[in-house]
Structure formats: C-alpha cells, structure tokens
C-alpha cells in the first residue's frame, strides 16, 4: 500500500480564496483524522471520521472550515473564504478502528495564504 | 483526558541509547500509552504502544511503571536519523465511545542524535 496520499503537497493562495485539500486514506481504514500544526499551536485534531462519518468536528476551528468524506477512500477539507491565518502543514491520518489502532499519517500539505 | 509531561528537548550521543522520559499521572485503567515521532517536515510516525507491560519492537523499547505513572521510550542504538520531535500521548476516548480513537498531541521532545 502507498501509504495515506495528500495533495496538493503545497499550496499557495490569495486571501479570500477557496482551498481545498484532498486525502486518500489506507485501504481497509475505516477511521480519518485531519489534523494541522503550526509553530504557535503545534498539532491540533480538526476532525474525525469513523465509517465516512463525521464523529467529532470540535477541532474545527470556524464555519469557513468544512470536511467531507463522500467514501471511504476520499475525503475532502475545504476552508472558504481562506485568511493569512489558515496558513499551515495539513495532515490527514487514517487508522483502524479497534481499540489499540496505530494511526498512518500523510506527508501533509503545505498552505500558504497571502 | 490524561496529560502528558515531557523534557522540551534532549541530546543522545550517535550509537548510544536515548532515554526519552514520559510523565502521564492522571492516566486512566483503560488508557495506552503511544509515542509518535516527527522528523523534520515529515508526517508524524507511530513508534510504539503498551498498556501495562513493557513492549518491545524494530524500533523501540516501552517501559510503564508498575503504577503506570510514567513511561520512558529507549531507543537502544541511536543513529543520526533518529534525530526528531517524539511525541507521548495518552489515548483519549473519542465521543462516539468503544472503538472511537484520537490523538491528541503536546510539544513532544526534540531529541538531537549528536555525531
């Protein structure tokens, strides 16, 4: 397996746009995190998902932030209008769901909001 | 949710074992205990994971105190790649309960493998 597949793996956009950042979960992963780390706050959970339902969104920091999972092999998060302050690493991770589970992160996607 | 307390940053000499120190006394009976790790500009990677006894794999060794208080992650021989930011977390349960799983990650420590 290629392992949790991100993209873009960077992203350079103006302020006011819309960005959407895609991830491909491991085959037979049945829970998604997205996750993104600053400098200041380090890695902070947005959301989770256990079977492409959205379980626990309190992470998300405002409503200009929306993710998606339409299957269990694509999900989507979308920040509109995005802000300077967007700026980050994302990270999607994908586990098992069982009770001692290893998360499998991906290689993040580098936003950056000018 | 149980905290973790960690040292900010430690050195190890190259080909010497790093002791890396995990203070967690709030954890539950039914809480693991995990260690990631994050190399620069890399996602973080799953190290290890242990309960109550001492866990061992390729990578690492675990040792919980009997009181499971603390831990310390060992890594026996360590090699300049195993420079990184090692993360000790405390599995909170998610919401939707039994089966529910998230990470919540602190500062970590930064470990400097010296040449």
């Known amino acids: 397996d290629a392992g949790v597949i991100q993209s873009p793996r960077h992203e350079v956009t103006e302020m006011g746009q819309e960005v959407t950042l895609r991830c491909k979960p491991i085959?037979?992963?049945?829970?998604l995190f997205w996750y993104r780390q600053t400098m200041m706050r380090g890695l902070e959970l947005l959301i989770y998902?256990?079977?492409?339902?959205?379980?626990?969104d309190s992470g998300m920091p405002e409503d200009r932030f929306s993710a998606k999972m339409p299957n269990a092999s694509f999900s989507t998060l979308k920040i509109q209008p995005s802000e300077p302050r967007d700026s980050a690493v994302y990270f999607c991770?994908?586990?098992?769901?069982?009770?001692?589970?290893?998360?499998?992160f991906g290689q993040g996607t580098r936003l950056t909001v000018v | 949710d149980a905290k973790t307390t960690q040292p900010t940053s430690m050195d190890c000499a190259e080909g010497r074992a790093a002791n890396l120190p995990c203070n967690h006394s709030?954890?539950?009976?039914?809480?693991?205990v995990y260690w990631y790790r994050q190399i620069h500009s890399q996602g973080p990677q799953y190290i290890i994971h242990?309960?109550?006894n001492n866990e061992t794999n390729e990578m690492a060794s675990l040792i919980i105190t009997e009181d499971r208080k603390s831990s310390t992650l060992i890594l026996p021989h360590a090699t300049l790649r195993d420079t990184a930011v090692y993360y000790c977390?405390?599995?909170?349960?998610?919401?939707?309960?039994?089966?529910?799983?998230?990470?919540?990650f602190g500062k970590g420590t930064k470990l400097s493998v010296i040449p």
């Open positions: 085959s037979g992963h049945n829970s």
């Open positions: 998902f256990n079977n492409n339902v959205p379980i626990d």
């Open positions: 709030t954890i539950s009976g039914n809480e693991y």
């Open positions: 242990g309960l109550k």
């Open positions: 977390i405390v599995r909170v349960s998610g919401l939707s309960g039994a089966g529910s799983y998230q990470l919540t």
């Open positions: 991770a994908s586990s098992q769901t069982s009770w001692d589970a290893e998360a499998f």
